[in-house]
């Protein structure tokens, strides 16, 4: 009965022990990582998503890789541009392990890794442009430096899938200097706008005189031409008769004496009692 006994508890010890055996080389991986596993120190393979069997005590998990995207924020960093201009600038990568042995294995800590390599070519590719030219072209930046680092990730088995610059900015005393620009710019331009409008004034008022002096100037031509033509009626008439002559003037005698008597200083009008005999005699005196 002892020695039943005996036997009984070794058995139930040995598959205790098995149990435990198993239990310990069963490995159940999540998805979306990816855990490398190790026999004695070196690498001996990857455990994909799902259920995996290891030999416990000989092989144990070395690394548990995540392989969904990952977002890494691109600390703030000071550069400066070729004209020497300082300007601060950010930005963010996503990246996605591809190959988790090389992810682990190629560099101490791929996010930090990926970090500094965006920082620094992020600070060579701005070194190299003109301050407005790195204000302005964030896209260009965008591709420069994802082609510069998408060969040194792919190395740490890491895919760049995209880098955006979140800010660029100028510093402090650089904005206050491009704010005095743009100040002085527009004020520049509301001078040159003031001189073309005083310059466009000048040229109306100018066209205009023209116009008006061609237009009294062909006024005087008329009046000419019609007094010309009213001599010459004149003196045709005259030729034959004294009376038109007797006519015209004493159609002004009278026109004159009209706008005297018109005067506010004009107080008494004295006409002559034979105003044909004055007209004539005008007439007589002038001839």
């Known amino acids: ?19 435990v055996l198993v239990a310990s080389g069963v490995r159940i991986v999540p998805q979306g990582e990816e855990w490398v ?24 998990v070395g690394y548990k890789v995540v392989t969904k995207d990952i977002v890494l924020d691109i600390e703030r960093q000071e550069v400066i541009t070729r004209d020497n201009a300082v300007i601060s ?13 090389a992810a682990v294995y190629g560099v101490v800590s791929y996010p930090q890794a990926v970090c500094n390599l965006v920082q620094t070519s992020l600070r060579a590719i701005i070194g190299e442009m003109e301050l407005d030219d790195a204000l302005s072209s964030r896209e260009s930046i965008k591709i420069k430096l994802k082609a510069m ?15 955006e ?13 491009m704010e005095q620009q743009a100040a002085a710019e527009r004020e520049r331009k509301a001078m040159i706008i003031r001189a073309e409008g005083a310059k466009q004034a000048s ?6 005189r023209f116009e008006s002096a061609k237009r009294d100037a062909d006024a005087e031509v008329a009046l000419a031409d019609a007094s010309k033509k009213a001599i010459s009626l004149v ?14 003037l004493g159609q002004r005698y009278i026109d004159s004496i009209r706008k005297l008597s ?3 200083n004009s107080k008494f009008v004295m006409l002559p009692a034979d105003l044909k005999d004055a007209v004539k005699g005008i007439f007589t005196t002038k001839g």
């Not at 610059?165 to 005393?173: A, H, M, N």
């Not at 045709?236 to 007797?246: C, E, G, P």
């Open 1 to 19: 009965m002892l020695e039943t006994n005996s036997v009984l508890i070794v058995s139930l010890s040995l598959l205790l022990l098995a149990v």
């Open 37 to 60: 596993t190790e026999r004695f120190g070196r690498f001996l393979r990857v455990l994909h998503p799902g259920i995996s069997f290891i030999i416990p005590f000989f092989d144990r």
């Open 89 to 101: 600038t950010s930005a963010v990568a996503f990246t996605k392990v591809t190959d988790s042995p």
């Open 149 to 163: 680092i998408s060969d040194d990730m792919a190395d740490w088995g890491i895919t760049l899938k995209t880098v």
């Open 165 to 177: 610059i979140q800010d660029i900015q100028p510093s402090t005393s650089m904005q206050e200097a």
């Open 203 to 208: 040229i109306l008022e100018a066209e205009g």
């Open 235 to 248: 003196s045709d008439i005259a030729s034959t008769s004294d009376m038109a002559l007797y006519y015209l």
């Open 262 to 264: 018109d005067s506010e």
